[in-house]
């Protein structure tokens, strides 16, 4: 059975760190590109980071570059999503994608498909 749960989510104050986990089972990633997105009430769903399968190239979307890292350990099966400096806005629901791709799309991310989603981890940043 294809799966990706997420771990990591908290209630961290304003310019707290956490770091997200999707694993992935059923499959293996290293040949997929891997993402995270985020969905805050009300409104759209963002594409806020991804990696790339041939060369781990990460992308970001503005709102997090520089405060977000993405990164992939093929032999645990795992993508991270190493955030810093949150911020209240950063505060959603966050899910992690798989797409059987060699590169991210850089055009329109958020919109992009995806083959696997995983159930999200909530992250609230509030003092």
């Known amino acids: 059975q294809v799966q990706l749960v997420e771990s990591g989510g908290d209630l961290v104050q304003p310019g707290g760190s956490l770091r997200l986990s999707c694993a992935a089972s059923g499959f293996t990633l290293d040949s997929y590109t891997i993402g995270w997105f985020r969905r805050a009430p009300g409104k759209e769903r963002e594409g806020v980071a991804c990696?790339?399968?041939?060369?781990?190239?990460?992308y970001y979307a503005d709102s997090v570059s520089g405060r977000f890292t993405i990164s992939r350990d093929n032999a645990k099966n795992t993508v991270y999503l190493q955030v810093k400096d949150l911020k209240p806005t950063d505060t959603a629901l966050y899910y992690c994608?798989?797409?059987?791709?060699?590169?991210?799309?850089?055009?329109?991310?958020?919109?992009?498909?995806?083959?696997?989603w995983g159930q999200g981890t909530q992250v609230t940043v509030s003092s």
């Open positions: 994608a798989a797409e059987a791709r060699l590169v991210c799309p850089r055009q329109d991310y958020s919109h992009s498909d995806q083959e696997y």
């Open positions: 990696i790339d399968s041939s060369d781990g190239s990460p």
